[in-house]
Each structure stands twice: as structure tokens, then as C-alpha cells.
């Protein structure tokens, strides 16, 4: 079943994609983090390596992932996401660190 | 009449600051890339309107631009503008990708660095500080990245590769970062001739096309570390040289101005009466050979100009004797910074020299260095400063 997930992502990744609040992504399969961000990647290719690092694969340190008002930021990638991230209800969120200066 | 074209990185974005061979009235566009920090952008001399940018983030990684119209807009190379694939379907985050060459084919197996405490610690790499542009070709590149290599593009930043031959020629194992990280800072291109500056193991150079690797460090005396005259682990800042002057270049040290008549093969120390010989940038004149600049920073702790009193200083005998060049420069309560990569010349007859500071200015001399005036005041502080002469 394809399903249709919506990712909030951070102004600056935002600019990079060239989109303007957030973004929606197509999955056939099981929702996951990584399906997300493997299905965000493909549909924006110049994203790759600014979420997740371009060798290893690894989260870039300064950022987050939550669902529903979860931090899943260190469960595994691989975890089904709730309904409502699935359905689209609520949004996906890519979350960068708060820093000043 | 010739123009100008200043290209200036700053911690929040990139500038474009333009004029014509007055120099005296500026437009300034930008920023570009708002909110990122540009560590370098830099023109081809084959190609003026094909510029290159390394626009970096803490949380977003590496990114590489390009224009090919001078700076109005710009694009990833390996993600054309307006097009969500390439036409031979290349993965479009290609052109901010740097991998580095372990193969045991092409490159050597070598995976550690010094830390700081002496602990060996993998290359990761972080960002790119500089990018040198080749002097007959717009698409091929060069990139000098921390942790510190050079990798190299010849499809215009599409994509690049690592010349492996600078980590794995022997002493990369004792490389270890400066303060500011372990990076590759200063390159410059001499036909077959590649030299690079790293901080903090020194300067290398390469005789065949960035292939094979040496370190070129023999008269360099760093007290701050165990040998003080050890091949490597000095805290290059930067290195310069003048473009028909092959033989002859000139660097500053944490401490230290120095200069070398073999291609780098030893050192002498030109500081002279330098009122400190702490500092970052060093350029060359673009039309006399011995005529160079640095800018005096009171101290590796304190890193400011001593006094309060903003000054370059020139020698016209390629060191040793130093004048100062007040002419428009704040002569009190002046405590910014003249960061590595942000100083530049340009090549009209009467030369230009440029530098922007850490406090956001980017001050322009039309004459040499005689009389000095602010382009602009009030910009992020400056990274990196280059300026392109367009006919």
C-alpha cells in the first residue's frame, strides 16, 4: 500500500531543497525512519549527506528525530512509526539543535 | 576599464562585492547562502564567471556550489538547477561527497591521525576550507578539506577524489589538528608544482601533479611543540607566492614570518622589525615580487592587533624591513581578526589589496597598501577574502 508521509524539516534544508514548508514523501512499505529518509533522499537527492552522514550513514550530531512528541532520535531506524506519521496526520520532524550566536 | 570582483566568505553567508578600476564606489550583493558559513569562495582564472563556494553547517554538513554567470545565482553541481534528476542519473549529493582513498590500489591504508593528547584518531572528515580553482581549466578543482587532504574534481565539482598520495606519503600518521582543526588551507598551483599548507603538520610539496608528496618544513622552529625542528607538526597559517616567481614563497607561521628561495626546501625567517611576528594572512604584490604583506596579531592567546591599532605591514625587500600602513586603518580600540584565507590582490597596474576581518569589515587599498578604505563595516565576520580582476 503506497501511503503518503508528510516530513517537517528545518529552515535551512528547506532553502537547500528548494520547498517551502513541508514536504511529502511516497512510501510502499513499512514507515519507517529510514524509509522516510531513504524515500526524502531520493526525492530530494541534494539532501543527501546533510541529515545523515554520506559514508557512514549515521545521523549528523546536531540533529533529532521525533513523532507524535517522541523523541525516537535513538531507537532503532528500523521501528514501524505510529499511524499517525504513516497516514500523514502528522508530520515527520527533522529537528536541529538550538544554538545561538 | 577594468572591474573588480571581491568574493568574500563570512561566518553568515557569502558577499559579492563589485567595482570598477576606481575602486572607489562599491555595490555589495548578498548574502548569499544566508545563515551558512562560507569558509571559501573562489574565482577561475580561465573562466571569471565560473565560481566555486564551500558553504558549510555544524548541523547540515558540506555543501559545494557553483555559478557559471559570476555569482547572480548559483547551484550544486551534481544537482543542476531546476532539475530533480540528472540526465545520467548521477546521485545528486555527489558534489558535497568526499570520501577518502584508503584502497591499498590508490591510495595507503591510513586511518589515523594525531589528536591533541597524542592519541591516534581516525580521519573524519568535517568541511572544506579552501578551494584553488585550476589556472586553465574551469572544471577542474581543487579542495583543501579538514580533516586535512586534497581531493580534486575535474567535471566541475560534480565530483571529486581524494589525491591520496599527501596522507599516505609517510608522515600523515603525525599530522595533528591546530586549534581551529586539522585542516588543509593553502594551496597553490605552479604547472606540475602543487604545494599545500596544513595545520598543524606544515607545508608539502608535489613535483608531479599532486601524484606523489613531500614535506618541505627544513627551517621551520616551532618551540610550542616536542621537536622544535621536527619534518612535521609546525602550525602553518598560510603560504604565498608570487605568480612568476616560481621558487620563491613566503608563509606565516603561528609565529614566525619566513620565506624560501628552493620551492620550500628550507626556510629563513624574515620578521625583522615586525612588532610581533604572530599573524595569519601573507600575500604577495601582484606586480613586484618582493613586495609582500602580513597583518601583526599580539599572540596565539590573544588574537587581536597589539595596541589597538589596526596595521599591515609591508616589506618591499621581501622581509625583514617592514613599514607600516596606517593610511584609513582604525589606530585605536581596534580587537578584530584577520583570519588565514582573508587577504588578497588584485592585478590592476596600480595593484589592490583587500582583507576582511573578524569584526565584519573588508577594507580596500587601490594603492599598494598606501591609504586604506572600508568597503563595507558592518558583515559577519570575514573568512575569506578573494578578489577577481574582469576585463
Known sequence: MIRTVSVAMPAHLRTLAGVSGDVTVELDGDVTRRSILDALETQYPMLRGTIREHVSGERRPFLRFFACGEDITHKSPDDPLPEEIASGAEPFYVIGAIAGG | ?391
Open chain 2, 1 to 391: 576599464m577594468s572591474n573588480v570582483r571581491v568574493l568574500v566568505g563570512t561566518r553568515k553567508g557569502a558577499f559579492i562585492l563589485t567595482s570598477d578600476g576606481k575602486r572607489e564606489k562599491w555595490d555589495v550583493s548578498g548574502p548569499h547562502f544566508a545563515g551558512w558559513e562560507i569558509y571559501h569562495l573562489k574565482g577561475s582564472p580561465a573562466d571569471p564567471n565560473r565560481l566555486y563556494a564551500s558553504q558549510t553547517s555544524g548541523w547540515f554538513g558540506q555543501v559545494i556550489q557553483r555559478s557559471d554567470d559570476g555569482g547572480k545565482t548559483w547551484f550544486q553541481p551534481g544537482t543542476p538547477a531546476g532539475e530533480t534528476t540528472t540526465p545520467d542519473g548521477m546521485p545528486k549529493g555527489e558534489s558535497n561527497k568526499f570520501v577518502y582513498d584508503d584502497s591499498p590500489e590508490t591510495g595507503k591504508p591510513l586511518t589515523t591521525h594525531q589528536f591533541y593528547d597524542g592519541t591516534a584518531k581516525p580521519w573524519v572528515f568535517k568541511r572544506v576550507w579552501h578551494i584553488e580553482p585550476s589556472l586553465d581549466d574551469p572544471n577542474t578543482v581543487y579542495a583543501g578539506v579538514e580533516d586535512a587532504a586534497l581531493f580534486k574534481s575535474t567535471n566541475g565539482g560534480q565530483t571529486w577524489a581524494e589525491l591520496p598520495g599527501l596522507r599516505g606519503h609517510g608522515t600523515g600518521a603525525q599530522w595533528q589538528p591546530g586549534a581551529g582543526g586539522m585542516c588543509l588551507h593553502s594551496i597553490i598551483l605552479d604547472g606540475e608544482r602543487i604545494f599545500v599548507a596544513i595545520s598543524a603538520a606544515g607545508a608539502f610539496r608535489s613535483d608531479d601533479s599532486g601524484a606523489t608528496w613531500k614535506p618541505i618544513n627544513k627551517g621551520l622552529h616551532s618551540q610550542y611543540i616536542p621537536d622544535p625542528n621536527a619534518e612535521v607538526g609546525h602550525c602553518v597559517h598560510h603560504i604565498a607566492k608570487h605568480p612568476s616567481n616560481s621558487n620563491v614563497l613566503f608563509m606565516q607561521k603561528h609565529w614566525d614570518v619566513m620565506r624560501s628561495d628552493d620551492a620550500g626546501d628550507s626556510w629563513q625567517e624574515i620578521s625583522g622589525n615586525l612588532p610581533t611576528d604572530f599573524g595569519f594572512v601573507i600575500d604577495v604584490h601582484t606586480h613586484e615580487p618582493e613586495t609582500i604583506y602580513v597583518v601583526p596579531i599580539k599572540s596565539d592567546g590573544e588574537h587581536y592587533p597589539p595596541d589597538g591599532k589596526l596595521r599591515v605591514y609591508r616589506s618591499r625587500s621581501g622581509g625583514n624591513e617592514w613599514e607600516a600602513l596606517t593610511k584609513g586603518l582604525p589606530q585605536e580600540k581596534c580587537y578584530v581578526n584577520v583570519l588565514r584565507d582573508a587577504m588578497a590582490v588584485d592585478t590592476l597596474d596600480s595593484c589592490g589589496v583587500y582583507f576582511g576581518t573578524t569584526g565584519g569589515q573588508v577594507y580596500a587599498s587601490a594603492d599598494s597598501g598606501d591609504t586604506w578604505a572600508p568597503i563595507v563595516r558592518d558583515l559577519p565576520a570575514v573568512l575569506s577574502v578573494e578578489v577577481q580582476t574582469l576585463s
